[in-house]
């Protein structure tokens, strides 16, 4: 069974820094775009930012842009989110999902339904 292996959330304050990466070892991984959710409590799950397969295209929520920056390694069959600036109200569980659109492809999407594979969620907390 595939599965997509998120990491690198924890607790910061504001102001700093992290990165997530999501892994996908079971994957051909040039062949998908990436998304990354996150779920704060009580709210909707929200789609933060997308990569495409080739990479060409990427996406940013305009609460993240300027601040958040997604990247891919074809070759590592990894997808990061680098996340500078971090605020309190970044504070969610982040998830990284798998959509196959073919390689060299410039489709993204964040339509949660759409996505065939997900990673298990990191916990990012922004607090001082």
């Known amino acids: 069974e595939v599965q997509l292996q998120a990491s690198g959330g924890g607790l910061v304050q504001p102001g700093g820094s992290l990165r997530l990466t999501c892994s996908a070892p079971g994957l051909t991984f040039d062949e998908y775009a990436v998304t990354w959710f996150r779920q704060a409590p009580g709210k909707e799950r929200e789609g933060v930012s997308c990569?495409?397969?080739?990479?060409?295209?990427?996406y940013y929520a305009n609460s993240v842009k300027g601040r958040f920056t997604i990247s891919r390694d074809n070759a590592k069959n990894t997808a990061y989110l680098q996340m500078n600036s971090l605020e309190p109200g970044d504070t969610a569980i982040y998830y990284c999902?798998?959509?196959?659109?073919?390689?060299?492809?410039?489709?993204?999407?964040?339509?949660?339904?759409?996505?065939?594979?997900w990673g298990q969620g990191t916990q990012v907390t922004v607090s001082s």
């Open positions: 990569i495409s397969s080739s990479g060409g295209v990427t």
């Open positions: 999902a798998a959509l196959q659109t073919g390689s060299g492809s410039y489709y993204y999407s964040l339509e949660p339904t759409n996505f065939e594979y």
